[in-house]
């Protein structure tokens, strides 16, 4: 499933969709508490960063379970260009050119890499 979270924010999800759903409500606040308090867009890193720290925090305490779902997040920043991001639920964050996650994810893998 894909998402919108602002004019130059997406997201991909591979897992339980509630879990994706609550953290794209999160995302989608964040995003526009940013633009309403700063007046510009929130750069891409910065909400991945918060993300991750967000899934982090479940793994630290007994009270939540983690997050049960990985994400990719693709944006464009003006000053800086092009990015994808891909979340995993230990609070991971990887910036890559090009990636593939979920059941199949292989097979696109060796195709980007291949091309």
């Not at 526009?32 to 510009?40: D, E, P, Q, R």
């Not at 899934?55 to 920043?77: I, K, M, N």
Request: glycine content about 10%; charged content about 20%; hydrophobic content about 35%.
């Amino acid at each position: 499933k894909v998402f919108r979270i602002d004019n130059h924010i997406g997201i991909a999800i591979s897992g339980l969709t509630a879990d994706a759903r609550s953290l794209y409500r999160w995302m989608r606040t964040e995003s526009l508490n940013h633009k309403f308090v700063f007046g510009s867009s929130m750069q891409t890193g910065r909400l991945v960063g918060a993300l991750a720290d967000k899934h982090q925090e479940c793994t630290q305490s007994y009270v939540r379970r983690p997050y049960g779902v990985g994400l990719l997040v693709a944006g464009y920043d003006k000053s800086t260009g092009p990015h994808l991001y891909q979340t995993d639920p230990a609070g991971n964050y990887f910036e890559w050119k090009a990636m593939a996650i979920g059941a199949r994810s292989q097979t696109a893998k060796t195709y980007l890499e291949k091309h």
